[in-house]
């Protein structure tokens, strides 16, 4: 079996490296990058050939910097994973609630879980750059009265006693994960039914109803839409977008519309729609 080399935010045990795990299906050689910037670093000096990246969270809304590193690097999505996230309270084995005084995880993470916390007020919040790499620090350096919150199989990996388990706030928590690498050549055209898209207008009345009606008549269904800054151009915006179609050549024919109409039009990725 072909050994993959994949880079992910986070280290093993981390909901990045699950994702990995269920898209590839393969035998993983891990690059653990503790920020998305290293990820990215990862893939542009070949040290990895794909990279796994949280773009959009169904609680905590679009991760907007991920656009702008995906946009910024050249990278191109060439995939993407629901994952169903159950968010977890761990700590060492033999402790309770009642006797952590601090919680460590990702600022997402926290995020989500916000409502339970309230009902533990002797609980500190603190920040940290991912979930799983609380859990492993816990372990390793036996830290009493420390929690985190990651999933079940961080407690299992660094065998952690789940004080509470599914405590984010909706229960339907799902989080989009998108497959990036270097180059777009990916998939055949039969089998791609999803773009992501970026391009900038004129400031001129209409010119993005007119964009969309566009989309909607060469038979794409939007899907996202975020709008992002220009920071060079105050009060202009890059738009990047997301449609899925039935035919290829819909979306061709569409993609030959909006070079002419928009600016600084790009192919941020073509590929296969996700299950959500």
């Known amino acids: 079996m072909e050994i993959k080399k994949i880079a992910i935010q986070g280290i093993k045990g981390s909901f990045h490296h699950q994702v990995a795990e269920e898209y590839f ?5 891990l690059d653990e990058c503790m920020s998305f910037e290293n990820l990215v670093t990862s893939l542009k000096d070949d040290k990895t050939e794909k990279g796994v990246m949280a773009l959009e969270n169904s609680i905590a809304g679009s991760i907007v910097p991920n656009y702008a590193l995906i946009d910024n690097n050249n990278l191109h999505i060439i995939g993407e994973h629901y994952l169903d996230i159950h968010m977890n309270l761990m700590a060492l084995k033999g402790q309770k609630i009642e006797d952590i005084k601090e919680v460590h995880s990702h600022p997402i993470a926290l995020l989500q879980c916000a409502v339970f916390f309230k009902q533990y007020l002797h609980i500190k919040l603190v920040e940290s750059g991912d979930t799983a790499e609380t859990a492993r620090r816990i372990y390793e350096e036996n ?34 994960f ?7 050549k990916e ?35 939007l899907t996202k839409i975020q709008s992002m800054p220009i920071i060079e151009t105050p009060f202009q915006y890059s738009f990047f977008v997301d449609v899925v179609f ?11 519309i909006l070079e002419l109409m928009t600016t600084h039009f790009k192919v941020l990725g073509e590929y296969k729609k996700g299950i959500s």
């Not at 299906?25 to 050689?29: A, G």
């Not at 998108?178 to 777009?184: A, D, P």
């Not at 898209?197 to 989309?215: I, P, Q, W």
């Open 187 to 221: 998939l055949p055209k039969e089998e791609i039914n999803k773009a992501s898209v970026k391009f900038e207008l004129d400031d001129t009345a209409g010119s993005l109803a007119t964009v969309l009606n566009v989309m909607n008549n060469c038979k794409l269904n």
């Open 246 to 256: 039935e035919k290829y050549k819909h979306y061709e024919k569409a993609k030959k």
């Open 25 to 29: 299906q393969s035998e993983l050689l």
């Open 143 to 176: 830290l009493v009265g420390i929690g985190a919150i990651a999933s079940p199989t961080a407690a299992k990996l660094y065998d952690l006693d789940i004080l509470a388990a599914g405590i984010h706030t909706v229960k339907s928590n799902k989080t989009r």
């Open 178 to 184: 998108v497959i990036v690498k270097t180059q777009n």
